[in-house]
């Protein structure tokens, strides 16, 4: 019998578990959406995800990892065991089951759904919210929210068709940050935006043909508001429904001689511009007709 990993609880009683033990062969179905969205779990990879994921409570279901993994993290799986965390020792066979990279870091946590409700997200009066609509990329979708988080948004929207946020690519993409802010999921983007101005937000679109620019709105202190700042997927932009429902219309303006930039670039400049301008000193807060045209 392997000797469980110091400060942790080994469930696994008659040595690692394979890709044929029920309880890895179950995680594993977490790859797939229609698995993902039955049982209302997914899977987060990597020392960073697992240790983001250990510190939301009630959030991390169990955790697999290989026994040279699990030596070299003791302090996640004694925080497992302290949470009554099943911690289970998994052969690299197991463990490549379960993860989707080329080399996997050894850990793998099953965890909950982390979804809120618009209404319970808004009730806690968020100063910088992004919403993501209908971004299908999952890598681009991740990156945003990763960016969100650092930029200090409370809350992050996947607004209509959009990618699922707990696709494994996506949570690699966040690097942790899946697990700071409420994520939550919506079907009707146009819905979302009623409901963020009833909020008291200021809505603004992104788009490269936007009719007021970025430096300008900041230069004039028209972003120290509680701010929503609308994403749409790098292909097809932001649905004309969601720009005309915005408060303005926001171009982030090119400087140089490239024909634009990409949605993660496009997101970060804006939900920092945001964040600046929630920093600064203000003489007084802007109204939403501030920032329209």
Known sequence: MPSPPRGGRLDAVAGPFTPRTPRVVAARRLHRRRDRDATGRFLAEGPQAVREALARAEVVVELFGTPAALDRHPELAARAAAADVPVSE????????????????GLVAVCRHLDVPLERALAARPRLVAVLAEIRDPGNAGTVLRTADAAGAATVVFAGDAVDPYNGKCVRASAGSLFHVDVVRAADP????????????????????????????????RLAAPTAWLFGSEAHGLPEALTAAADARVRVPLHGRAESLNLAAAAAVCLYASARAHRSPATGVPTKESVRP
Request: glycine share 8%; no cysteine; net charge negative.
């Open 190 to 221: 146009v819905a979302v935006v009623d409901a963020l101005r009833a909020a008291g937000l200021t809505v603004l679109a992104t788009t490269g043909y936007g009719d007021r620019d970025l430096d300008d709105l900041a230069d004039a202190g």
């Open 90 to 105: 998994v052969t690299e066979e197991a463990l490549a089951a379960l993860t989707e990279t080329v080399a996997p870091q």
